[in-house]
T-cell receptor, first 109, second 114 residues
């Protein structure tokens, strides 16, 4: 069992739909990162959060530390949101990031 | 603009050859990392360095070597001892000294065996 699990693994949506990607973890982490990986492979950091909720444009990330669960929401999805979304967390008191396997999102016009 | 530059984007290697992947950052970050990404798996840590002239093995260091002679550079050598080197390799850096600083990633190098 992976220490960081994401669901779903693959997701397709029509433009405009509301998207939710979930991340659950079984290890102690101090914060959770949401990353976006585009088809070319480069990774961009979207959010880092240790409590509550953060919003950036159409993206919203929430985390419940007690339940060890985080969600990434995309409102009014657009084809340019098509990418792999990865959650990751640093193990407490270490420099090591533990990564989920990613959720591949495809948004069709 | 500050960032991480990985080169080349695509790399081909003959069996039995060593090959070196370049990673340069101008973010003045202390820590640098190398990850390997395989289909269906999360990124796995190969090596990391928190300071110049020091580095530690990650989870899958066998068959790889690194050096950190300069703060801005952290090259990764894939040696002939790495039996399955075909993968996507990502370099990252992070500023240490403050809690939960995010890692910044390069665009990756895709290595294939001929």
């Amino acid at each position: 069992k992976n220490e960081v699990e994401q669901s779903p693994q693959n997701l397709t949506a029509q433009e405009g739909e509301f998207i939710t990607i979930n991340c659950s973890y079984s290890v102690g982490i101090s914060a959770l990162h949401w990353l976006q990986q585009h088809p070319g492979g480069g990774i961009v950091s979207l959010f880092m959060l240790s409590s509550g909720k953060k919003k950036h444009g159409r993206l919203i990330a929430t985390i419940n530390i007690q339940e060890k669960h985080s969600s990434l929401h995309i409102t009014a999805s657009h084809p340019r949101d098509s990418a792999v979304y990865i959650c990751a967390g640093p193990l407490a008191d270490t420099d090591k990031l533990i990564f989920g396997t990613g959720t591949r999102l495809q948004v069709f016009p | 603009d500050g960032g991480i530059t990985q080169s080349p984007k695509y790399l081909f290697r003959k069996e039995g050859q060593n090959v070196t992947l370049s990673c340069e950052q101008n973010l003045n970050h202390d820590a640098m990392y190398w990850y390997r990404q395989d289909p269906g798996q999360g990124l796995r840590l190969i090596y990391y360095s928190q300071i110049v002239n020091d580095f530690q093995k990650g989870d899958i260091a066998e068959g790889y070597s690194v050096s950190r002679e300069k703060k801005e550079s952290f090259p990764l050598t894939v040696t002939s001892a790495q039996k399955n080197p075909t993968a996507f390799y990502l370099c990252a850096s992070r500023q240490t000294g403050a809690l939960n600083q995010p890692q910044h990633f390069g665009d990756g190098t895709r290595l294939s065996i001929l």
